[in-house]
């Protein structure tokens, strides 16, 4: 077996513990309100999420081809496979840092960030296909603030239509639509974020000459979907309590708009082939449902250390994409 081939294999294992990692630090959102108001009980929201994961990884794979070849091109690339290491290596490290902390920060700006930082440390700031980049951060930034909006006015209508109902009885009909919004929610998750992983063993595969095309293996598909529901499998009770319940207090009506606009939002970009943070979409989400019910009962105080990680996500994920990339270079086998 030739060492680049050990590089490749090397790089689908960690490719794939990135989305083990990412099933249980951002498909948390996705359960968090269903959680919170008591719709469903932690063990059948972990396992309904895991299920709808999968299924959503399997349907679509537009986003894996933006991630193989929008940041850089991967038929380009000198040393295409430890930039890709050191991507992973640096996503992986910011994860574990902000799931510890219990801070929903986004596992897409990490391993975009640290791509485009080990690019740049590999081959320079030629290498980065900056019209690419640029609509995939133009999508990051945009889809928050869509949420956001989608949230306000969603809750504003359902508010409107049921102001004369009894409010116990209302959440109480809530509570039972919300166990179809949280499956909902958790399939459009799958569809966007586990192509995230499927794109770098893609752009691994091509930079090892074993691939061609950026056309997504099925075996890839398969094999990031199943790691995200193992990962999902495993919970993320951190993040859970940080978007169910420290963001504002979420009744089922709350959830019920909150998770509609996060399937809304992560579907959509899906379709038009954006990967999107569904940390920050389900988040904002919260957000604006919350100011659309009562703007004093969100926690604004945690949602501005929220946005203080998500802006800092980027350029720290590229620094530390950068000296990984170096101190793998030192190494004889890189």
């Not at 006015?153 to 109480?172: D, E, G, P």
């Not at 019910?293 to 998500?310: C, E, F, L, P, Y």
Request: hydrophobic content about 55%; proline content about 3%.
């Amino acid at each position: 077996m030739n060492s680049l081939l050990v590089i490749v294999v090397l790089i689908v294992i960690v490719a794939l513990a990135f989305d083990f990692i990412n099933g249980f630090h951002d498909t948390a959102n996705t359960i968090a309100t269903a959680v919170s108001t008591k719709a469903l009980t932690p063990r059948v929201a972990i396992t309904l999420a895991a299920v709808m994961n999968f299924l959503g990884a399997l349907t679509f794979t537009g986003v894996a081809q933006t991630i193989t070849s929008g940041i850089a091109n991967p038929f380009d690339l000198e040393n295409g496979t430890t930039v890709i290491l050191a991507a992973l290596i640096s996503a992986i490290i910011w994860n574990l840092i902000t799931w510890l902390f219990g801070i929903p920060s986004s596992s897409s700006h990490a391993i975009i960030g640290a791509i485009a930082g080990a690019v740049i440390a590999s081959d320079g700031f030629g290498a980065v296909q900056f019209g690419g980049f640029i609509s995939i951060v133009e999508g990051l930034i945009l889809s928050p603030l869509v949420a956001f909006g989608v949230g306000y006015i969603l809750y504003s209508i359902i508010k409107l239509i049921f102001k004369n109902r009894n409010l116990a009885k209302t959440n109480k009909q809530f509570r039972r639509v919300q166990m179809l919004t949280a499956a909902v929610q958790s399939y459009a998750h799958g569809t966007n974020d586990a192509q995230k992983s499927m794109g770098i063993i893609t752009m691994a595969l091509i930079v090892g000459g074993m691939r061609t095309s950026t056309e997504v293996p099925f075996w890839v598909q398969v094999s990031c979907a199943t790691a995200m529901a193992l990962g999902t499998s495993i919970g993320g009770w951190r993040i859970i309590k940080t978007v169910g319940g420290k963001i504002m207090k979420i009744r089922p009506v709350n959830g019920v708009a909150a998770d509609l606009t996060g399937a809304f939002t992560i579907f959509g970009a899906t379709l038009v082939h954006l990967p999107v943070s569904t940390t920050h979409v389900i988040s904002t989400a919260v957000m604006g449902v919350g100011t659309a019910h009562r703007i004093k009962g969100v926690n604004w105080s945690v949602a501005q250390s929220m946005i203080v990680t998500w802006v800092i996500t980027l350029p720290v994920t590229a620094l530390i994409g950068a000296l990984i990339l170096y101190c793998l270079q030192l190494l004889p086998f890189f």
